[in-house]
């Protein structure tokens, strides 16, 4: 052996049991420290270009004062961010990906992907950005570098050579891809190779920001001709209040300009300066320790720029008048000491060391996407543990040279801060939501953290937004939501424990405690099928439950709400069927996935069906959450495949839910059940013998909101004892379903009409089958009994046959079946009440009652209710 490796699952949809393998350990890849790896990145991408030449600006506009709130208020934004970051990235190993790798764990893969998606596009375009930045400031700096240094323009006909004031847009163009592809360069480095570059671009803008901290406190006193008061308490004074006015594309002072700024403008223009947090994160597959790096790191650099904007506003609201701030554009050049020229280098460094920290996080948040396999079109982007994304790097370098080729990103650049707010929003609300249900699983090490912050946190962000841009906000929200639609139709499914299972987990617990064990009213009632899937007879083993039960199971619902619970039992011994049972379940899920039916699938291991549908009516469901409807199949098939064992477990399951109060719907012909594009026309004829709370008019009720019976009319068959009375029970009917909110055609058949009609020729033959085959059972049950010496026993228990009240089941069943054949023949769907079981009566007698009953009605629901009501007359 050369070493014990345990290998984790690839991704955390995998859920696979983890498993140990032995194998010599690979060479890691080079892992960054707190300093190089999270704290150096994090400033390089939030010092930027906005606080050397428009941070002065913005202190002379809005005063000393609102600058002050700008910063807290922009700044407070990422700091709430940051300890949310802090709290979530200590909550366990965390992989690749940064904020996506957090948001997806904790708000949902569709959520994570959506919003990574517009991260990556964010940091990618602000790469292009800050290189634009930095290249622009060059040419300014060096105009003599600038290849195109005159346009040519036509008047009356004759060229005309005209020098460029200002940099051409294909210097920029030429500039921007050449320095691309030198920052791309160094990102195929590696981390190593970016960890020695880094200091390179951060060490003259620390220079710079010396310099210009230097010149502040030197500033001299007699220059207010040039706007430089040095550090005066009158300037202070002066400065303290905000001068919101209109101001030119240029941004000097203009009764006449387009431009209006106020407090809300400022906002947009001044939060850049404080994005780059996620910078550290971007890169969590090369650090040593996330947990601690990514808090230290994150929280000390956005202390650190905070701290020094305050500061810069205190100290440049006091060394120039106003009219200074406003007018020029690079006062940081104008008063640093001793160089000046440091500044502009300070520039230029700052935005490539932000866009080199662009263009290594994003194409590492990319292949972190693409490693968790959900959306298939990103395969290509793949990466193995310890790798660099080279594939991924190409793509954002791609990116990053179309929009530099653009050259002018004004129109888009607002879209990329707001893809910068929604991902600290989706931070700040996957640490709002864990703290606030705070599962067993959340013990995160970071403890200055409260959901309270989080929330505020994503409230702000959400404010930010839409003081930046109404209309960029919309548009970056229906960008995410169109990702979020794409990934939740195409992409692969997964369960990562995220934070909303456990929000529905508590809110079901809560609702089920809210329900309390009192019974239900029947106004709030809802269907709750049991359907038993495969009771009688026998199945290809591929198909776990017979395939139209599922569509029945949807015809019991009212556009789609309520659940089913899909069981079967397998027979056999616990210990040695329990891997089987596990297949079957899942066997079972998938068929109702693949039906859309909102269900559960059980599977009960039992000795025998009786013993373990016993155990499921008793104990199945919790609370009010029981199943208070058993669906199962008609066992057509019983004397067809001589199954002698059916009758008794027929009987024992009905009785079972007669004892445990189950309503009880039984299918005959559920082969020729109709799907949901099999329309079906004619009646849904209702043979209403008994009491049974309503339940076989609601079911009628919900058959006709499905599109296959919404083409059917409901009747409603009942007996009056006298004729006298037959026009007294259909008033008392009709008055009754009206105020049910029921339309239906009432019909009385009077118990004289009864007697009298004669019986169908079918009817007539299966009851005098019925009656030689009950007449044979009962002389081989005589028979043996006086072979015994025993009473009549049947089904292993003594039992006691009134042989008239046998025939006058019999022909009361023949009745019933004559007249449902001579009305309902054509009906769509017959529902007839399911007579109780007789006591004491064997259990083939009432499958010959049953059979009797069903014969030659090609479609038939037998209902019997419970000990209560399902539908009521009152509002």
Request: hydrophobic share 45%; net charge neutral.
């Amino acid at each position: 052996m050369t070493g014990d490796q345990i290998q984790a699952p690839p991704s955390p949809r995998d859920g696979g049991d983890v498993s140990i393998t032995l194998e010599r350990p690979r060479p890691t890849a080079v892992k960054s420290g707190t300093l190089m790896g999270v704290f150096v990145p994090c400033l390089q991408n939030i010092m930027g270009i906005i606080y050397y030449i428009r941070f002065s600006w913005i202190v002379g506009m809005a005063g000393i004062g609102e600058s002050l709130l700008l910063v807290a208020f922009c700044g407070s934004c990422t700091f709430l961010t940051t300890i949310s970051l802090s709290a979530i990235a200590t909550n366990g190993a965390m992989k690749g990906g940064g904020p996506y790798y957090l948001i997806g764990r904790a708000l949902g893969p569709e959520v994570g992907v959506s919003i990574g998606l517009c991260f990556f596009l964010g940091n990618a375009v602000a790469g292009a950005m800050y290189v634009l930045g930095a290249v622009e400031t060059f040419l300014n700096a060096v105009p003599a570098a600038g290849i195109f240094k005159e346009t040519v323009t036509k008047v009356n006909g004759t060229a005309i050579a005209e020098p460029i004031t200002r940099p051409s847009l294909h210097d920029l163009q030429i500039y921007g891809i050449v320095v691309t592809i030198l920052l791309c360069f160094i990102v195929f480095g590696g981390v190593k190779m970016i960890n020695r570059v880094a200091p390179a671009f951060l060490v003259p803008v620390v220079f710079s920001l010396i310099c210009i901290f230097s010149g502040i406190l030197l500033a001299r006193h007699d220059r207010p001709a040039v706007g430089i008061t040095g550090l005066s308490s009158e300037s202070f004074k002066e400065n303290w209040g905000p001068a919101y006015q209109r101001t030119n594309n240029a941004g000097i002072p203009d009764p006449n300009g387009k431009i209006y700024w106020n407090f809300n403008t400022l906002v947009g223009l001044f939060f850049p300066a404080v994005t780059g947090i996620m910078a550290g994160s971007n890169r969590s597959a090369s650090l040593k320790d996330t947990q601690r790096s990514i808090p230290v790191g994150t929280l000390a650099a956005t202390l650190t720029t905070s701290g020094l904007y305050l500061v810069s506003v205190l100290f440049f609201g006091s060394v120039a008048t106003r009219d200074k701030l406003l007018t020029d554009r690079l006062l940081t050049a104008t008063i640093a000491w001793p160089f000046p020229a440091i500044v502009y280098i300070g520039i230029i460094l700052s935005t490539l060391g932000a866009a080199l920290q662009s263009l290594t996080g994003a194409p590492r948040l990319l292949a972190a996407i693409a490693n968790d396999d959900i959306l298939p079109v990103l395969n290509y982007f793949k990466v193995v543990d310890g790798s660099e994304p080279h594939v991924a790097t190409f793509f954002t370098a791609f990116i990053c040279i179309g929009c530099v080729v653009i050259g002018n990103l004004d129109l888009i650049s607002p879209t990329i801060t707001m893809f910068y707010l929604l991902c600290y929003a989706g931070v700040n609300l996957s640490c709002f939501l864990l703290d606030l249900l705070d599962a067993p699983s959340w013990r995160p090490r970071w403890k200055f953290h409260h959901w309270s912050f989080s929330l505020v946190g994503a409230l702000l962000c959400i404010v930010i937004m839409f003081l930046i841009s109404w209309a960029f906000t919309v548009v970056s929200l229906a960008l995410a939501s169109l990702i979020y639609y794409y990934v939740s139709i195409k992409g692969k499914a997964g369960d990562w424990g995220d934070g909303f299972k456990s929000a529905y987990f508590q809110l079901a617990l809560r609702s089920l405690r809210s329900l309390g064990a009192s019974q239900v009213h029947p106004k709030n009632w809802y269907p709750i099928p049991l359907i038993f899937c495969r009771p009688w007879g026998k199945l290809p083993e591929n198909v776990p439950c017979h395939p139209k039960l599922a569509d029945f199971a949807n015809c019991m619902k009212k556009k789609g709400r309520g659940m089913s619970i899909f069981i079967s039992i397998i027979d056999g011994d616990y210990h040695e069927r329990a891997e089987d049972a596990k297949t079957a379940c899942r066997q079972l899920s998938t068929y109702i996935d693949y039906k859309q039916c909102e269900g559960v699938a059980e599977i009960v291991v039992a000795p025998n069906m009786s013993e373990g549908f016993r155990g499921i009516v008793q104990t199945m469901g919790l609370g009010n959450l029981k199943p208070n409807i058993i669906v199962m199949r008609y066992p057509e098939i019983w004397r067809r495949e001589n199954l002698t064992e059916i009758p008794a477990t027929f009987v024992g399951i009905i009785n079972d839910c007669i004892v445990a109060n189950k309503a009880v719907v039984i299918v005959k012909g559920l082969d020729e059940w109709p799907n949901e594009y099999q329309r079906q026309y004619g009646t849904i004829d209702l043979y209403w013998i008994v009491r049974d709370g309503g339940l076989m008019l609601l079911l009628s009720q919900l058959l006709l909101t499905k599109e296959s019976f919404e083409g059917c009319k409901i009747q409603v068959f009942c007996i009056a004892e006298e004729d006298s009375d037959a026009e007294g029970l259909k008033a008392d009917v009709k008055k009754f379903l009206y105020d049910l909110r029921m339309q239906a055609e009432v019909i009385v058949i009077s118990m004289k009409s009864w007697e009298g009609q004669g019986e169908q020729q079918e009817s007539i033959e299966a009851f005098s089958a019925a009656q030689c085959r009950i007449a044979s059972y009962l002389g081989e049950m005589k028979e043996r009994a006086q072979r015994d010496k025993s009473p009549l026993m049947a089904d292993g228990k003594p039992v006691v046959v009134n042989e008239q009240q046998v025939e006058k089941f019999l022909y009361t069943t023949l009745k019933l079946n004559s007249t449902i054949l001579k009305y309902s023949r054509m009906a769509a769907v017959v529902f007839v009440s399911l007579p109780p079981p007789p006591a004491n009566h064997p259990a083939f007698f009432y499958m010959e009652y049953m059979d009797l009953l069903v014969e030659n009605v090609p479609r038939l629901l037998i209902v019997r209710g419970y000990r209560r009501d399902v539908v009521t007359l009152f509002t």
